[in-house]
């Protein structure tokens, strides 16, 4: 009995899509916005956020919630890096994961008045380069209502993606002294990268 090539090709092309007993990797993306408000907080604290909250680790973060001074963005709650700096990072497993951070809001918390405050933010990519930008919160004077002072928002360009990690610190924007209070992020959006 003689098997010509015409038959075996639906089988041959059946054999090759099969996924292997680890399967066939495949590169995708997903995109998150963390608004923080699902996480538990109790007073007093600490109230870290919990590993890999929706992909990413927190180093020196916590939960804080509003207390009638500068309200979060959205909800009730944001993250908060009391002293001013803290760390956002891709876990080590997968390997070649990577994010691209694409907007978050902020505000440097160091009660009224405060004087306009500059937010070092560095970038870390897979490549082992680093980017960096400066973003400024504007003083606080006395004399506005409670709620009168809200967080900015901005957003990052292309270049701000294979990060992964992305560091945080608070300055005096008028001459580099320390700035004693916190730094706070509120609906951060980025897209998580899980690479082959």
Known sequence: MYTTI????PLLALAVAAPTANGPCRARKQTYVAKYDGLPFQEPGPNPIPPHYYGLGYTTFQIDQHDHFIPPTSGNQWAMAFGGSGNISVPDSPPK??????????????????????????????????????????????????????MNKTSFSWEWRDLKSVGFSIARADNGGDMYGGLALDDVKYTLNFGC
């Not at 015409?6 to 090709?9: C, G, I, N, P, Y």
């Not at 691209?100 to 009660?111: D, H, K, P």
């Not at 930008?133 to 409670?146: C, E």
């Open 97 to 150: 994961q990577t994010f691209q951070l694409e907007s978050l809001s902020f505000a440097c918390v160091s009660g009224v008045p405060q004087p306009e405050c500059a937010i070092s933010i560095w970038g870390w990519k897979a490549s082992a380069k680093v980017i960096n930008r400066v973003i400024n919160f504007p003083s606080l004077d006395p004399g506005h209502l409670v709620g009168g002072y809200i």
């Open 6 to 9: 015409a038959t075996l090709l």
